[in-house]
């Protein structure tokens, strides 16, 4: 359990953190959505202590991170993965982290063997490839069995392969009812991983909610055809439907496909196609953060 | 390679440790004048009688001195900090030739080493002569030899260029400056330690001791008999700085194709 | 605390930067050992007249004191600057947000480790130059046990100058910035010295690292006159005043890189 409240942090004049408030629940992976610069990582640095809020507070299993003893028993965290040593091998990188908490080297070597770096554990760190040193910091965070596990931005940069791994550690992580948190610029990406969203802008909470109410609400309704389309159209509408006229068919919205379906049979009018459209959560995202995007292309 | 020579110019000038730098040699010029100052001052409140003990070294040694270290680092510092952020990948990927990059490098470095060793030396002259004024205090009672001031360029040029070779070579800046101070201070102490002759023909060859030499300035005169005898003439001297540069700057070019990290 | 500190040397001993170091430290053995040589043969070859005047100069490991105290720096400097420009610091102060532990962990481990080397140093020196000179110069004349404790002073200052290498290195953040404030305290100080008028310039080069050792153990001031007649700076400094000093500059430097990370942001 993560809980943030009414954190604020200003750089200079620059707020990148401004008076936010959410929880991260177990048992779930919790996106942490926002575009560049939105404050996800700022915030990150705050719940793990590392920066100092100007007001506000993060709570860890209900309580401060820096009062906890031994914190890597607790919370796991991937922060930036390149962030190592390079003339250090992973084995001693681990190592040293380990000490810190009094974790053993049975437990680095486990560790090691999990994120499928045991080829390379005594190689020097600078040698390895992007891909690799995620899996480095993600063996890193584990190394506590901790119930709390923070990843930023994991797969940037990964290949197909390790998105899917990561994914799945992910998954299975929460499914082992701990407490999930990543951040993500991408809705993609979070739409395959999260059970439940926090979006960001300017350092602002723009969205909470899973991602079936998200999916709820910005669904793109039932796209239908008919030699008949007229008549459709009326009877949809009497039933309170929303009809648009699409090119050689009906976008039908606040409708759902069974109840068109009946609604067509009563009244003996033919259907040639109902798709129901998914939601599109990357455009939802888009119109939830365009506000807030920092930086944006100049399109000319 | 003007193009490139004005990205190392932008990248040069653009950097905290050149600010820090441009700081550093007007403050030890102003501090220079003020230790003047404090000899005149001193040797006016004097009785006339006592007046002849006072006398203060030639200043330009002093700010000569930090002129050397901060461009040595500046040099370091050129390949250094580009290596420690990974801005190297970028500078190698738009300029594949890293030849090219290091000569660009090389050129704006030696350009500015050369102007500005040569202005503070000058300045720290013209300032501390200008504050003892008519007073008959050695060192600044006599002109001063225009080339012994004048080659104070070329000597904070050849400290610039072994920063850089050195940088380029090992590309961390805490082992570079250590070798230089190795360089600077370590290797004078073993050739005072040297049997006769030895001493005076190692002496002789030391970085620090160069810019006198090129000058044609008698060092035992100036330092006394606790100094080695300097053996080069001015035309050996310039020989022996091209050769400092040479063994910087070669081992540097061939290194330079190393991969990256 | 001890399972940081093991942390601590783990992280010390694998890294490359520490590898050269010991590499330097021993062939600053080396290095002063034909040192030795180098003065004894030259001191033979003297006069009696001359000798008469003249000590020879120190011991070596007087002579390399000041390079000992500069690796030793180094070893402070990068125990932070190196986790700072890599970025692990985030990592280490994550898994230890109680900073002020990580930060004495690091000086113990800088400590031991730059005691160690210097010992090492200081000894062996000691013993070669011992072996090559024998009783052939004045310098070398007391006994082991007379110079044990200046022996002990020489590599002490080291530890001290580490643990202000630790600080500078936490409050500055940057490698290069620290380690040429070192070298100005322990090389260039000196020779701007030289310049200043009296007192001025022998209480500051009392304050200087080189002027450590023969202040901790009470060596009487070495007057002297520089070519230009002015005096050579000496050591004012009365023992407890200097071991007060000694400490002062340790609790100074800690303090300070207590305050800088505690109250900073990992950025």
């Known amino acids: 359990m993560i809980e943030v409240h009414e954190l604020t942090k200003r750089y200079g004049r620059t707020v990148a953190v401004d008076g ?57 965290a991937l922060l930036d993965a390149s962030s190592v040593h390079p003339g250090r091998s992973a084995l001693n990188h681990l190592r040293a982290l380990a000490r810190t908490n009094g974790i053993g080297t049975s437990a680095v070597v486990a560790a090691i063997e ?112 008919s030699p008949r389309l007229d008549d459709l159209s009326a009877v949809l509408t009497a039933a309170g439907a929303e009809v648009a006229a699409e090119k050689g068919g009906l976008s039908v919205h606040g409708l759902a496909v069974p109840a068109i379906g009946d609604l067509a049979a009563g009244k003996g009018i033919a259907l040639h196609e109902v798709t129901p459209r998914g939601a599109s959560l990357e455009e939802a995202y888009m119109q939830l953060t365009a506000e807030s995007v920092e930086y944006r292309a100049v399109s000319s | 390679m003007t193009g490139l020579i004005a990205a190392e110019w932008l ?26 100052w404090y000899v005149a001052d001193t040797w006016d409140k004097m009785a006339p009688a ?29 390949m250094t900090a580009e290596y420690k952020t990974g ?34 030396s ?140 | 605390m001890t399972a940081v500190i093991s942390a601590e040397w783990l992280k010390l001993r694998s890294v490359r930067s520490t590898h050269y170091i010991v590499g330097v430290a021993v062939l600053l053995i080396g290095g002063a050992a034909l040192l030795s040589l180098a003065r004894v043969t030259a001191w033979e070859n003297l006069s009696a007249a001359t000798r008469a005047d003249n000590t020879g100069g120190g011991t070596t490991e007087e002579t390399i004191l000041q390079f000992m105290q500069l690796l030793g720096g180094i070893v402070g400097v990068l125990a932070f600057t190196s986790e700072y420009a890599t970025g692990l610091i985030r990592s280490t102060f994550a898994v230890m947000p109680r900073r002020p532990t990580v930060l004495i962990a690091k000086a113990a481990v800088v400590a031991a480790g730059s005691a160690l080397m210097a010992t090492v140093v200081v000894f062996s020196s000691y013993g070669l130059s011992e072996l090559i000179v024998g009783d052939r110069m004045p310098a070398y004349e007391p006994s082991f046990t007379e110079q044990l404790p200046y022996l002990a002073a020489l590599a002490g200052s080291v530890v001290v100058v580490s643990l202000l290498g630790l600080g500078l290195g936490a409050v500055l953040r940057s490698a290069t910035g620290a380690i040429m404030i070192l070298v100005v305290l322990i090389f260039v100080a000196q020779m701007v010295l030289l310049f200043l008028p009296a007192p001025w310039k022998h209480w500051i080069y009392s304050a200087l690292p080189v002027a450590l050792p023969d202040q901790l153990t009470g060596v009487p001031p070495r007057t002297a006159e520089a070519p230009n007649g002015s005096a050579v700076p000496h050591t004012m400094l009365s023992i407890p005043g200097a071991w007060a000093f000694a400490v002062a500059i340790v609790v100074a430097s800690l303090g300070a890189a207590w305050a800088a990370i505690s109250r900073r942001d990992v950025k």
């Not at chain 2, 990248?11 to 003047?36: D, Y």
Request: glycine letters at 10%.
């Open chain 1, 20 to 76: 936010l408030s959410f929880q991260v629940r177990p048992g779930l992976v919790t996106g942490f959505l926002g575009p560049n610069g939105a404050g996800k990582s700022t915030t990150m640095r705050m719940i793990l202590a590392l920066d100092a809020p100007d007001s506000g507070s993060t709570l860890v299993d209900g309580r401060p991170y820096a009062s906890i003893k031994r914190p890597m028993h607790v919370v796991g």
């Open chain 1, 114 to 225: 999990r994120v499928g770096l045991a080829g390379v554990a005594r190689k020097k760190v600078g040698g390895f490839s992007l891909g690799m040193k995620q899996r480095l910091g993600i063996a890193a965070a584990l190394l506590g069995d901790p119930s709390v596990l923070m990843f930023d931005e994991p797969v940037n940069g990964l290949d197909p392969e390790g998105v899917r791994w990561i994914r799945e550690l992910m998954r299975g992580l929460a499914a082992e009812g701990r407490t999930v948190l990543v951040s993500s610029h991408l809705m993609s990406e979070m739409q395959l991983t999260a059970d439940r969203l926090v979006i960001i802008g300017r350092g602002k909470l723009i969205e909470d909610a899973t991602v079936g109410e998200l999916t709820d609400r910005f669904q793109r309704g039932v796209f239908v055809r």
């Open chain 2, 11 to 36: 990248k040069f000038h653009s950097v905290r440790a050149t600010r820090i730098v441009a700081c550093v040699i007007p403050a030890s010029i102003a501090g220079g004048a003020a230790l003047t």
């Open chain 2, 87 to 120: 801005l190297i990948r970028s500078t190698f990927t738009a300029v594949p030739s890293r030849r090219l990059v290091l000569a660009a490098k090389a050129i704006v470095l030696a350009a500015t080493a050369l102007v500005v060793g040569t202005a503070t």
């Open chain 2, 50 to 78: 006592d007046r002849d003990q006072v006398s203060i070294a030639s200043v330009e040694e002093i700010t000569l001195s930090v002129s050397q270290l901060c461009f040595a680092i500046l040099g370091v510092l050129a």
């Open chain 2, 122 to 261: 000058v300045l720290t002259y013209l300032v501390c002569d200008a504050v003892i004024g008519e007073r008959p205090i050695p060192y600044y009672d006599q002109p001063a030899e225009p080339a012994a001031l004048l080659t104070a360029g070329p000597s904070t040029l050849v400290f610039a260029m072994i920063g850089l070779g050195l940088g380029t070579l090992m590309r961390s800046a805490a082992g570079a400056i250590t070798a230089i101070v190795g360089l600077w201070y370590v290797l004078p102490i073993v050739a005072l330690n040297l049997p006769v002759p030895w001493d005076s023909r190692v002496g002789s060859v030391l970085l620090t001791r160069l810019d006198a030499q090129l000058a044609g300035v008698d060092l035992v005169a100036k330092y006394g008999e606790g100094m080695p005898a300097a053996l080069l003439s001015p035309l050996a001297a310039a020989i022996a700085m091209a050769a400092y540069i040479a063994a910087a700057l070669i081992p540097a070019t061939l290194t330079i194709r190393r991969d990256l990290r």
